[in-house]
């Protein structure tokens, strides 16, 4: 069965850096389009970025950009987020979720994990 | 604030029927982009629930139906189950933002 799992969050000071990983397993990691949202405390979800299947495009929420940076290895069927600059809006719980499509507009995010906690905090 | 309305939460008892709204705009819902639902129960990962504005993935029961018309859309649930307390959320696309976009999520309790 699908399977995302999230590591690498945790504390982190405001200025500094942080890498999320996601592995992925129960299907061909290459053929789909993968995306990052988070959900600060209190608040609903907030989608921040996603890659192409075979990771020569990348998207990215506006209040991100600039400081994330995804990426992905398809060969260890992994996902990765590349969080600089840490400010404390950006704490939440960070969600890696596959998208059901081509990467359009239309299309659902059909597989999450569980999630990784980001605390931005000096 | 999130792009798409919806209610903190809704509550009702078992074996009833619930719905949760989701209002948005004319950049998206109202554009036409198909409406999704997802279910966040207690320490599990976010759950596709409906897509495409009514389908079901497998496995999903019938119990759970969604609906669009204008900028709002609509997920019932029917016979509500002790199980079924947990966190709903509405997607969509929105175009002016050039971003895929969520409601606020609601609260469903089963009493």
């Known amino acids: 069965q699908v399977q995302l799992v999230e590591s690498g969050g945790g504390l982190g000071k405001p200025g500094g850096s942080l890498r999320l990983s996601c592995a992925a397993s129960g299907f061909t990691f290459s053929d789909y389009y993968m995306n990052w949202i988070r959900q600060a405390p209190g608040q609903g979800l907030e989608w921040i970025s996603n890659?192409?299947?075979?990771?020569?495009?990348?998207t990215y929420a506006d209040s991100v950009r600039g400081r994330f940076t995804i990426s992905r290895d398809n060969a260890k069927s992994s996902l990765f987020l590349d969080i600089n600059n840490l400010r404390a809006d950006d704490t939440a719980v960070y969600y890696c979720?596959?998208?059901?499509?081509?990467?359009?507009?239309?299309?659902?995010?059909?597989?999450w994990g569980r999630g990784t906690v980001v605390t931005v905090s000096s | 604030q999130s792009v798409l309305t919806q209610p903190p939460s809704v509550s009702g008892a078992p074996g009833q029927r619930v719905t949760i709204s989701c209002t948005g705009t004319?950049?998206?819902?109202?554009?036409?982009?198909?409406v999704h639902w997802y279910q966040h129960l207690p320490g599990a990962a976010p759950k596709l629930l409906i897509h495409?504005?009514?389908n079901r993935p497998s496995g999903v029961p019938d119990r759970f139906s969604a609906s669009k018309a204008g900028i709002s859309a609509s997920l019932a649930i029917t016979g509500l189950q002790a199980e079924d307390e947990g966190d709903y959320y509405c997607?969509?696309?929105?175009?002016?933002?050039?971003?895929?976009?969520f409601g606020g999520g609601t609260r469903l309790t089963v009493l």
């Open positions: 997607q969509s696309y929105d175009t002016g933002l050039r971003t895929w976009v």
């Open positions: 979720a596959r998208m059901n499509g081509a990467g359009d507009t239309y299309d659902a995010f059909d597989f």
């Open positions: 890659i192409r299947n075979d990771g020569t495009t990348t």
């Open positions: 004319s950049t998206n819902i109202g554009t036409g982009y198909d």
């Open positions: 495409d504005t009514t």
